[in-house]
């Protein structure tokens, strides 16, 4: 299993990017997948989710309405649309699948079995 995520920068506030996670080694269309993010000094955490037919999608109420999770299975990726971004949403983004079997929450990083290497989205004027 592997998970490259791409598509970050540096991006003006204000500004819009979209980030891509590309999938391989698995079946990636029975799969769950969600977004993370590390700012420098905290925690890392949940972002998006979107289940594994693309039938929901959950938020974390800070970027709801900015950000946009999506699927493509026939180009196995898993994209975050990031709009009107914030210095505050300046950190690594990281994609990952959701286990076959989960004892958690999406909200959880503990229910997510691979993880992509992160790619990093700057927001600064």
């Known amino acids: 299993v592997q998970l490259q995520a791409s598509g970050g920068g540096l991006v003006q506030p204000g500004g819009s990017l979209r980030l891509s996670c590309a999938a391989s080694?698995?079946?990636?269309?029975?799969?769950?997948m969600g977004w993370f993010r590390q700012a420098p000094g905290e925690e890392r955490e949940f972002v998006a989710f979107?289940?594994?037919?693309?039938?929901?999608?959950f938020y974390e109420p800070s970027v709801k309405g900015r950000f946009t999770i999506s699927r493509d299975d026939a180009k196995n990726t898993v994209y975050l649309q990031l709009n009107n971004l914030r210095a505050e949403d300046t950190a690594v983004y990281s994609c990952?699948?959701?286990?076959?079997?989960?004892?958690?929450?999406?909200?959880?990083?503990?229910?997510?079995?691979?993880w992509g290497q992160g790619t990093q989205v700057t927001v600064s004027s």
């Open positions: 990952a699948r959701r286990r076959t079997n989960p004892y958690t929450s999406i909200y959880d990083q503990a229910d997510y079995d691979y």
């Open positions: 080694g698995y079946t990636f269309g029975t799969y769950g």
């Open positions: 979107i289940t594994w037919n693309g039938g929901d999608t």
